[in-house]
Nanobody, 127 residues
Framework: QLQLVESGGGLVQPGGSLRFTCTASGFSLDYSTIGWFRQAPGKEREGISC????????YYEDSVKGRFTISRDNAKNTVYLQMNSLKPEDTAVYYC????????????????????WGQGTQVTVSS
């Protein structure tokens, strides 16, 4: 079955860190645009960071700049999100997503059209 599988969520204290992993199963991310999205209760889903598989072009939403880092490992068919200095407002369900084409990273984080979505995983930042 074609799917994106996420891992790495959980409960963390303010100022703490988490690392998300998103691995493609049944298809390749070698030629794709990939991103991380989040949705807080009662809020719209928003793109927070996106990357292209074919170059080092990246995008970060302003609220996570300097704290989150997106990276990829094409050999492992995997994308990562390192999350540092976490704040309570980072609490949300986080999703990875992919389009099997090359588009701008800004467009990837903005558009609702995706080929594949991960299952979603909860991040809770609280004392």
């Amino acid at each position: 079955q074609l799917q994106l599988v996420e891992s790495g969520g959980g409960l963390v204290q303010p100022g703490g860190s988490l690392r998300f992993t998103c691995t493609a199963s049944g298809f390749s991310l070698d030629y794709s645009t990939i991103g991380w999205f989040r949705q807080a209760p009662g809020k719209e889903r928003e793109g927070i960071s996106c990357v292209r598989s074919t170059d080092d072009s990246t995008y970060y939403e302003d609220s996570v700049k300097g704290r989150f880092t997106i990276s990829r490992d094409n050999a492992k068919n995997t994308v990562y999100l390192q999350m540092n200095s976490l704040k309570p407002e980072d609490t949300a369900v986080y999703y990875c997503a992919a389009r099997l084409t090359i588009i701008s990273v800004q467009a990837m984080c903005r558009t609702s059209i995706k080929n594949y979505w991960g299952q979603g995983t909860q991040v809770t930042v609280s004392s």
